[in-house]
């Protein structure tokens, strides 16, 4: 008589991580869509939202600023806990990719696919080197001094009257269709935070990581820490400058707003939320702050006390943020196997 099988119960990412978080054996679909999952309902989810919300053009345009909020919070979020440099700079970021911007089309007559690639690429070339003089400091003192860019260069456009003064650039040109504006910006949004999770995964990002952890250690072996971060402060640059670059072209205006000390504060907001570290985690934080935002718009400055309520809960409740609880809980689900 055939003895029944034996069965018992085990997590389903056991035995996909082969040696590595990199290198996976995997011996069923069961398990590959495991892996991939969340992954594509995160790439699908946003390729979508454009179909979706195409009957509603405004809550289809609050989508993109939720794309544009995310990519300065993942900037945020890759230089404060990749890096160690906490910066409150974002809105300098944004804001220099979008004066770039504007000034490459109205100036220059370059089409708005030119100006953002020049913009993304030159701005962040010019808050790196604006900001690298500060690269020697640390903690809240680098996150000061950074939160004095956008701020300055409020002050000095208004007080010099330079680049459109307060008043700004107009008649920008904007893109030849919603669909070309839609998946320009959602791919540049999912290009910037696979491309990073991809470079962190590589020894630029093992070098990046032990710059933050211990950065002696990192000189003592020869390599420049003043380089790495540099490095760092580039990329991140990238990302801010994309987003205040494709920003100008949506609304085909940009002014003094640009260097609004929201765009730096929010960023960290999101990050909390979504969850640090991650580099996803932003996105999602942004999911929920720009929608909370519009939903809020007729209360007036009674926002900030829903902000400041959200921003507390989810520090004392849920300190780790979104993404982190769910993955430590999508790790936990279990399948019967046979002993």
């Known amino acids: 008589m055939n003895a029944q099988p034996q069965r018992r119960k085990e997590r389903i990412d056991r035995g996909i991580k082969a040696r590595a978080e990199t290198i996976y054996a995997l011996s069923s679909l069961e398990e590959l869509a495991y892996l991939l999952g969340p992954r594509l309902l995160f790439i699908v989810g946003f390729l979508a939202l454009p179909l979706i919300l195409a009957p509603w053009p405004y809550w289809h345009r609050v989508a993109l600023s939720v794309c544009v909020l995310g990519l300065v919070s993942v900037s945020f979020d890759f230089l404060a806990n990749q890096v160690g440099l906490v910066s409150l700079g974002g809105a300098f970021f944004f804001g220099?990719?979008?004066?770039?911007?504007?000034?490459?089309?109205?100036?220059?007559?370059?089409?708005?696919?030119?100006?953002?690639?020049?913009?993304?690429?030159?701005?962040?070339?010019?808050?790196?080197?604006?900001?690298?003089?500060?690269?020697?400091?640390?903690?809240?003192?680098?996150?000061?001094?950074?939160?004095?860019?956008?701020?300055?260069?409020?002050?000095?456009?208004?007080?010099?009257?330079?680049?459109?003064?307060?008043?700004?650039?107009?008649?920008?040109t904007g893109f030849s269709s919603v669909w070309t504006e839609a998946y320009g910006l959602i791919l540049g949004l999912l290009v910037g935070v696979f491309g990073l999770r991809r470079y962190l995964a590589e020894d630029a990002g093992l070098v990046i990581r032990a710059v933050k952890e211990n950065d002696q250690s990192v000189r003592a072996s020869g390599i420049s820490v003043a380089g790495v971060r540099f490095k760092a402060l580039y990329l991140a640059g990238l990302l801010g400058c994309f987003a205040g670059a494709y920003y100008v072209h949506m609304y085909r205006s940009v002014g003094i707003s640009a260097f609004a000390l929201d765009l730096s504060i929010l960023p960290i907001a999101a990050t909390v939320i979504g969850g640090g570290g991650t580099l996803v985690g932003p996105v999602i934080g942004s999911l929920i702050l720009v929608p909370l935002s519009e939903v809020l718009r007729d209360f007036g400055s009674l926002r900030i006390v829903v902000y400041s309520l959200v921003l507390a809960g989810f520090v004392v409740f849920r300190s780790e943020g979104i993404l982190v609880f769910a993955t430590r809980k999508y790790q936990q689900f279990e399948r019967w196997v046979e002993v």
């Open 96 to 172: 220099v990719g979008g004066y770039t911007a504007a000034l490459l089309n109205t100036a220059w007559g370059l089409p708005p696919v030119l100006a953002i690639g020049l913009a993304t690429v030159v701005g962040a070339g010019i808050c790196a080197v604006l900001i690298a003089p500060c690269l020697p400091l640390r903690g809240i003192y680098f996150a000061i001094v950074t939160l004095m860019y956008p701020l300055l260069m409020t002050r000095i456009i208004e007080a010099a009257d330079i680049l459109g003064g307060t008043e700004g650039f107009r008649g920008i």
